[in-house]
């Protein structure tokens, strides 16, 4: 079975500072992973996704995150953190034969002045 | 460019009562979902449909029901409320279709249903 695992309710980080949202997943097959945001009292937004080749991926407002097979990890993170990052992030996981994705549970990131 | 489209954002129901939670997009994506967001738990899948015409169960599809009428418009229907479906919930679409797969979702900003 297909399951996502986000280990931190909250991280806390002061502005400047690098970041790091942790997630791991396991699933049959090769995996598609993805990275969502979401702000107060709206729908998820996509950040980046890793389907195959480099293992670095780069997305949206300066995010990044590194998919390692080996350690079944797609960790989030971000160089220079900002006050404006804080939001809930989500880590999802899809397996080659199905369309449905299974979301982690949420790490709320609190970026501090 | 609207993206996927969800009304009522708020509605509040006595328990017993029926609503029928409305949502559209404008991608053209050929599929759709439903979920159910609730604390600590993170987004849980109620019902998919692949296809206009087809929909499928997810995790969680009890006390729902689902209409796919059109390539557009996914509709979710609570026959008979009860407060465990006080819950936030959200549309989501995507482009499936062979040759786009690892296409992302695209989310709506969600109904928020509070049953008394």
């Known amino acids: 079975a297909q399951s996502v695992a986000q280990p931190e309710d909250q991280v806390n980080v002061a502005e400047g500072n690098p970041l790091t949202v942790k997630c791991t997943y396991s699933?049959?097959?090769?995996?598609?992973l993805f990275w969502y945001v979401q702000y107060p009292n709206r729908g998820l937004q996509f950040l980046l996704k890793?389907?195959?080749?480099?293992?670095l991926v780069k997305g949206s407002y300066g995010f990044e995150a590194e998919f390692n097979k080996s350690q079944t990890s797609f960790h989030l993170k971000k160089p220079s953190a900002l006050v404006s990052d804080s939001a809930l992030y989500f880590c999802a996981v899809r397996g080659a034969n199905t369309d449905k994705l299974i979301f982690g549970t949420g790490t709320r990131l609190q970026v501090f002045p | 460019n609207a993206g996927v489209t969800q009304t009522p954002k708020f509605q509040v129901l006595k328990t017993g009562q029926s609503m029928t939670l409305q949502c559209a997009q404008d991608?053209?994506?050929?599929?759709m979902y439903w979920y159910r967001q609730d604390p600590g738990m993170g987004l849980r899948l109620i019902y998919y449909?692949?296809?206009?015409?087809?929909?499928d169960k997810g995790e969680v599809p009890n006390g729902y029901n689902v209409s796919r009428l059109n390539k557009r418009e996914f509709s979710l229907r609570l026959e008979s409320a009860a407060p465990s479906q006080t819950s936030v919930y959200f549309c989501?679409?995507?482009?499936?279709?062979?040759?786009?797969?690892?296409?992302?979702?695209?989310f709506g900003d969600g109904t928020r249903l509070s049953i008394l």
């Open positions: 890793y389907i195959t080749g480099d293992n």
């Open positions: 699933v049959s097959g090769n995996p598609y």
């Open positions: 991608m053209n994506h050929n599929s």
């Open positions: 449909s692949a296809s206009e015409g087809t929909t």
């Open positions: 989501a679409s995507s482009a499936t279709q062979t040759g786009r797969r690892g296409q992302p979702q695209h």
